[in-house]
């Protein structure tokens, strides 16, 4: 079993800046990618940003591309998202993933390509 606990939601204005923390924890055994997902009310969830095991791929949605920047450190299974000129739009709440086994390269976009999710933590951007 694998836990995914995420932490660092609030609330900002827009312009503002929050930096996101999650930290896997349990039977892990392989290499594998983590990724942060979001989804805000009445939409699905979908797809922020991943990065690879070793962190030399990344890749963002086109929407935060520019403003959020993922990082992680493997020897504390923990994965970082900085989140900068926050908007209104980016309000949701911010789910965390560990992906199934990848080469150490490889990141993953599709939410089922992730076998481990935390409880989400929410983010709220005011005007």
């Known amino acids: 079993q694998v836990n995914v606990v995420e932490s660092g939601g609030g609330s900002v204005q827009a312009g503002g800046s929050l930096r996101l923390s999650c930290v896997a924890s349990?039977?892990?055994?392989?290499?594998?990618?983590m990724a942060w997902f979001r989804q805000a009310p009445g939409k699905e969830r979908e797809f922020v940003a991943a990065?690879?095991?070793?962190?030399?791929?990344?890749d963002y949605s086109d929407s935060v591309d520019g403003r959020f920047t993922v990082s992680r450190e493997n020897g504390k299974n923990t994965v970082y998202l900085q989140m900068n000129s926050l908007k209104p739009e980016d309000t949701a709440v911010y789910y965390c993933?560990?992906?199934?086994?990848?080469?150490?390269?490889?990141?993953?976009?599709?939410?089922?390509?992730?076998?481990?999710w935390g409880q989400g933590t929410q983010v709220t951007v005011s005007s």
């Open positions: 990065i690879s095991w070793t962190g030399s791929t990344t």
């Open positions: 349990g039977r892990i055994f392989s290499s594998y990618a």
């Open positions: 993933a560990v992906s199934r086994p990848l080469p150490v390269h490889m990141i993953q976009v599709d939410s089922t390509d992730y076998n481990y």
